[in-house]
């Protein structure tokens, strides 16, 4: 089993910054790969940011759109989301999963074994 914390969330005005961190216990980290989602109120999860176990080659979904940048430290058992320049339409709860059977990551919510709880993310205009 794999237990994710994520934090982070909050208000922000459109233009401005967030980090997400996600605190993962329970299993090797290190194994793990990776993601960030997100779902609005009455849309589908939409697949944001994925990163190996390895911390390699990084990927991203089209809500990125290059403002979006994923890490991850090993040491910590912590996998971020670093978000800048936020629109309104990056309101959403934000969602880390972890999955052991696809250790580069995966861009389908179908692979992902473990997920937190979720960090709202408000961006206002």
């Known amino acids: 089993q794999v237990q994710l914390v994520e934090s982070g969330g909050g208000l922000v005005q459109a233009g401005g910054s967030l980090r997400l961190s996600c605190a993962a216990s329970?299993?090797?980290?290190?194994?793990?790969?990776m993601g960030w989602f997100r779902q609005a109120p009455g849309e589908e999860r939409e697949f944001a940011a994925a990163?190996?176990?390895?911390?390699?080659?990084?990927y991203y979904g089209s809500v990125a759109q290059g403002r979006f940048t994923i890490s991850r430290d090993n040491a910590k058992n912590t996998v971020y989301l670093q978000m800048n320049s936020l629109k309104p339409e990056d309101t959403a709860v934000y969602y880390c999963?972890?999955?052991?059977?696809?250790?580069?990551?995966?861009?389908?919510?179908?692979?992902?074994?473990?997920w937190g709880q979720g960090t709202q993310v408000t961006v206002s205009s």
């Open positions: 999963a972890a999955t052991p059977r696809s250790s580069s990551g995966s861009s389908d919510p179908n692979d992902y074994d473990f």
């Open positions: 329970g299993r090797s980290f290190s194994t793990l790969g």
């Open positions: 990163i190996p176990w390895s911390g390699g080659t990084t």
